[in-house]
């Protein structure tokens, strides 16, 4: 019984880090998503998130990656017109695990048609997460959108609680 004690007292001391691993192919190195991407899907267990007049309402359209940290080339549409902005994630000693205003997981990846990344965060003492995904082409496969929506499920976000940005003004016309 104490052996069960300590394992769960070891998980929630790990807080939101012990539910995220990365991508789990050995020969995986964050190198590989460095490029053009195309956002595809949103998820949060906070519906004010998901409205298109959020903070966090942004289109994710490059990501680079460097020694220190992670690029995230964004645009996020403020009074109708496309504002292009650099988010700058600094790794962490964990692999796949960044650090923005909070924590940055990668997670889900095929480097050659998708990542997902999960966000942690505390917002008004409630713990939100915030789950994207991004592809390489302008829309996903039924087999990526599963995953996400299974990834999604398994971090407390209910399929009520995803919004498909593909048919959203996503700026691309802003993309370089």
């Known amino acids: 019984m104490n052996v069960l004690r300590l394992a769960l007292v070891l998980t929630l001391l790990g807080g939101p880090q012990a539910l995220h691993m990365g991508p789990q192919d050995p020969n995986f190195t964050e190198n590989l998503v460095n490029g053009n991407w195309f956002s595809i899907a949103r998820a949060s267990n906070e519906p004010k998130l998901l409205r298109t007049d959020s903070d966090t309402m942004f289109f994710i359209h490059k990501t680079h990656v460097t020694f220190k940290a992670m690029q995230f080339h964004v645009h996020r549409r403020v009074k109708g017109r496309c504002i292009p902005i650099v988010l700058m994630a600094s790794k962490t000693r964990r692999k796949f695990q960044y650090v923005l205003k909070h924590a940055v997981f990668m997670e889900k990846a095929d480097p050659h048609r998708f990542v997902t990344f999960c966000v942690h965060n505390r917002r008004h003492r409630k713990k939100t997460v915030m789950v994207d995904l991004l592809s390489r082409t302008p829309t996903a496969g039924w087999d990526i959108l599963h995953t ?27 993309r370089p």
């Open 148 to 174: 996400f929506k299974s990834y999604c499920r398994s971090h407390g976000t209910g399929l009520t609680d995803i919004i498909s940005l593909t048919q959203t003004d996503r700026c691309l016309l802003a």
